[in-house]
């Protein structure tokens, strides 16, 4: 145990990385805007900048913490250094902050109101560039960046991808994708993890509000919703709600003031997913060909993929992601009551991710040419319609689901988690209901939040040998294993953002340790309460199967390659 002084306070320390981190653990906010604990350090805002006993300013978040240390954090020469730095930010920075998509959660605007600064005295000279709209997914904004380096380095550290960089010197930087080309030019997968870091406007989300608004104004139209997993232990953050709480019901309940028709779980979604993938397992077990199967319910995982790894292409599962097998079924089920219902349908998803905006659009997740789900709605943009709407989600009553795909098992819900998927099916092919065949299962290695988890288990007279990953990089090292020949695995399932759905790139910000935490335990929590553990003894899965799914398996819950 070591000790430093902070602010004439004495304070322990073991085996925190930097002085930052120290600061911070003594109950001090100290403002940043470059810094994340998972990424590398950069160093450049200089906001976190501290003072010694000598009056040496330095910057806590690259230096190391050393026994003995004495230090200030909010002296008059620190106060004076960051409203200047503030000023000098705004003072290039568009200043249209009442009509910006990150009003009320930008760090400059939350910094600027904190450190009292209340007038910038340079004029703003900078020459202004045009909005990135190309991608599905997010808004690339130019104007709006403070060159703090966050979506490089998770683009770069995490995703392994290094789409967008710095270009050009001086007073002229930008970030940018290479040679200024726009987002749609690149191998950008939509992942939206650079939206999840930046700190103002720069990066947004492609908002689809708009546009349901519209449906759900529309005369003779069925507006149907579907909600996954992730969103109802996230919406609840911009109303006061405990992070992490399950609020699906007020969250059913605030939909139908808003006037959606029809509500129902992704989870369900899921719970099909379960049913085919693992019977596309066995099938290949048995084969011994096109393994390992790959779990195909992360777009921005299939989108990477198929452009950085197509030799691999044949090994991802042929299922359609929940939500896509979900927009299927709504759209069946519109077609065969078109005599008794004969209003227009449409499928509104609200998902964690941002890359489910592309999904929908790719042609294998139409059926005979139609669109299956319309419209995808991030929880950020949910929780905006919500606040739109006037309505206060921590006081609503909660209210159940439309039957009958309300009912889901707890197996789908913790497909908004790394490794929930893997899990899921090996339940399913178990095939035990018992709660300590369930918990033996979760003890294989499948959850956890490392971003490479290896299992080994056995079903029936076979050893199978599962691999679950978060994280692109992470994907790119077991892949480039596996092209050598390094290493073998039956299954493996991989999700593109750390830590699975939960922190997703269409998550309310900021997503700290403590919020993927109380995320990741609230997920599980619904899963602990569920009466029904497998995707099979739901009972509204099974008729589905014998109803409006008979005969039609392939066509609307498997990738329809002809369309493609």
Same mark, same amino acid.
């Given at each position: 145990?070591?000790?430093?002084?902070?602010?004439?306070?004495?304070?322990?320390?073991?085996?925190?990385?930097?002085?930052?981190?120290?600061?911070?653990?003594?109950?001090?906010?100290?403002?940043?805007?470059?810094?994340?604990?998972?990424?590398?350090?950069?160093?450049?805002?200089?906001?976190?900048?501290?003072?010694?006993?000598?009056?040496?300013?330095?910057?806590?978040?690259?230096?190391?913490?050393?026994?003995?240390?004495?230090?200030?954090?909010?002296?008059?020469?620190?106060?004076?250094?960051?409203?200047?730095?503030?000023?000098?930010?705004?003072?290039?920075?568009?200043?249209?902050?009442?009509?910006?998509?990150?009003?009320?959660?930008?760090?400059?605007?939350?910094?600027?109101?904190?450190?009292?600064?209340?007038?910038?005295?340079?004029?703003?000279?900078?020459?202004?560039?045009?909005?990135?709209?190309?991608?599905?997914?997010?808004?690339?904004?130019?104007?709006?960046?403070?060159?703090?380096?966050?979506?490089?380095?998770?683009?770069?550290?995490?995703?392994?991808?290094?789409?967008?960089?710095?270009?050009?010197?001086?007073?002229?930087?930008?970030?940018?994708?290479?040679?200024?080309?726009?987002?749609?030019?690149?191998?950008?997968?939509?992942?939206?993890?650079?939206?999840?870091?930046?700190?103002?406007?720069?990066?947004?989300?492609?908002?689809?509000?708009?546009?349901?608004?519209?449906?759900?104004?529309?005369?003779?139209?069925?507006?149907?919703?579907?909600?996954?997993?992730?969103?109802?232990?996230?919406?609840?953050?911009?109303?006061?709600?405990?992070?992490?709480?399950?609020?699906?019901?007020?969250?059913?309940?605030?939909?139908?003031?808003?006037?959606?028709?029809?509500?129902?779980?992704?989870?369900?979604?899921?719970?099909?997913?379960?049913?085919?993938?693992?019977?596309?397992?066995?099938?290949?077990?048995?084969?011994?060909?096109?393994?390992?199967?790959?779990?195909?319910?992360?777009?921005?995982?299939?989108?990477?993929?198929?452009?950085?790894?197509?030799?691999?292409?044949?090994?991802?599962?042929?299922?359609?992601?929940?939500?896509?097998?979900?927009?299927?079924?709504?759209?069946?089920?519109?077609?065969?009551?078109?005599?008794?219902?004969?209003?227009?349908?449409?499928?509104?998803?609200?998902?964690?991710?941002?890359?489910?905006?592309?999904?929908?659009?790719?042609?294998?997740?139409?059926?005979?040419?139609?669109?299956?789900?319309?419209?995808?709605?991030?929880?950020?943009?949910?929780?905006?319609?919500?606040?739109?709407?006037? @309505?206060? *989600?921590?006081?609503?009553? $909660?209210?159940? +689901?439309?039957?009958?795909? /309300? %009912?889901?098992? =707890?197996?789908?819900?913790?497909?908004?988690?790394?490794?929930?998927?893997?899990?899921?099916?090996?339940?399913?092919?178990?095939?035990?209901?018992?709660?300590?065949?369930?918990?033996?299962?979760?003890?294989?290695?499948?959850?956890?939040?490392?971003?490479?988890?290896?299992?080994?288990?056995?079903?029936?007279?076979?050893?199978?040998?599962?691999?679950?990953?978060?994280?692109?990089?992470?994907?790119?090292?077991?892949?480039?294993?596996?092209?050598?020949?390094?290493?073998?695995?039956?299954?493996?399932?991989?999700?593109?953002?750390?830590?699975?759905?939960?922190?997703?790139?269409?998550?309310?910000?900021?997503?700290?340790?403590?919020?993927?935490?109380?995320?990741?335990?609230?997920?599980?929590?619904?899963?602990?309460?569920?009466? @029904?553990? *497998?995707?099979?003894?739901? $009972?509204?899965? +099974?008729?589905?199967?014998? /109803? %409006?799914?008979? =005969?039609?398996?392939?066509?609307?819950?498997?990738?329809?390659?002809?369309?493609?």
């Amino acid at each position: 145990m070591n000790y430093m002084t902070i602010n004439n306070r004495r304070v322990a320390f073991t085996n925190e990385k930097n002085v930052l981190s120290v600061i911070r653990k003594s109950g001090i906010d100290l403002p940043t805007f470059c810094y994340h604990s998972e990424l590398s350090t950069y160093g450049a805002c200089r906001m976190c900048v501290v003072e010694d006993e000598r009056g040496k300013v330095f910057a806590s978040c690259s230096e190391t913490p050393r026994d003995g240390m004495i230090i200030y954090t909010n002296t008059p020469k620190l106060q004076h250094h960051r409203k200047m730095i503030l000023e000098l930010l705004l003072a290039s920075h568009c200043r249209e902050c009442t009509t910006c998509a990150k009003n009320g959660v930008c760090v400059l605007q939350r910094l600027s109101r904190q450190l009292g600064v209340r007038e910038i005295r340079f004029e703003n000279n900078k020459k202004e560039l045009p909005l990135d709209m190309t991608s599905e997914c997010i808004v690339r904004d130019p104007n709006k960046c403070i060159l703090c380096g966050d979506c490089v380095r998770t683009c770069d550290e995490i995703q392994g991808l290094g789409i967008l960089d710095f270009s050009f010197r001086g007073s002229k930087m930008q970030v940018t994708p290479a040679f200024n080309k726009n987002l749609a030019q690149t191998d950008c997968v939509g992942c939206g993890q650079c939206r999840a870091v930046c700190p103002t406007g720069a990066i947004t989300l492609n908002s689809n509000v708009h546009s349901v608004w519209a449906a759900l104004s529309e005369k003779n139209t069925r507006v149907v919703a579907q909600i996954a997993p992730a969103v109802r232990v996230a919406v609840g953050d911009k109303f006061g709600i405990r992070k992490g709480e399950n609020t699906l019901g007020r969250l059913v309940a605030a939909l139908r003031r808003i006037g959606f028709d029809e509500i129902y779980d992704t989870n369900f979604g899921a719970d099909l997913t379960v049913m085919e993938e693992s019977k596309e397992l066995t099938e290949r077990l048995e084969s011994g060909t096109k393994l390992p199967l790959f779990t195909s319910c992360c777009p921005a995982w299939v989108t990477f993929c198929e452009r950085k790894y197509p030799e691999f292409k044949e090994n991802i599962s042929s299922c359609r992601s929940p939500q896509g097998m979900f927009g299927a079924l709504i759209k069946e089920e519109a077609r065969m009551n078109d005599g008794e219902d004969n209003r227009k349908t449409i499928v509104v998803s609200i998902m964690p991710c941002t890359a489910k905006k592309a999904e929908i659009k790719r042609p294998d997740y139409f059926t005979e040419g139609a669109q299956d789900v319309d419209y995808v709605l991030t929880t950020t943009e949910v929780t905006r319609m919500i606040q739109e709407a006037g @309505i206060d *989600l921590a006081q609503v009553q $909660p209210e159940t +689901m439309d039957m009958p795909f /309300g %009912i889901a098992s =707890g197996a789908g819900a913790i497909f908004g988690v790394t490794g929930g998927v893997t899990e899921a099916v090996l339940r399913r092919l178990t095939d035990s209901n018992k709660a300590e065949d369930i918990e033996a299962i979760s003890f294989t290695g499948v959850r956890g939040v490392d971003g490479i988890k290896e299992a080994s288990v056995k079903l029936k007279d076979r050893e199978v040998k599962l691999a679950v990953v978060n994280g692109l990089q992470c994907a790119s090292k077991v892949l480039d294993k596996m092209k050598a020949g390094e290493v073998y695995y039956d299954f493996v399932e991989v999700m593109a953002c750390k830590r699975g759905c939960i922190a997703g790139g269409g998550q309310p910000v900021p997503i700290g340790a403590r919020t993927k935490k109380a995320r990741l335990e609230g997920i599980y929590k619904i899963d602990h309460m569920s009466q @029904i553990k *497998l995707s099979n003894q739901n $009972p509204i899965v +099974m008729t589905v199967y014998d /109803g %409006i799914l008979k =005969g039609k398996e392939h066509k609307l819950l498997h990738h329809n390659k002809a369309e493609v």
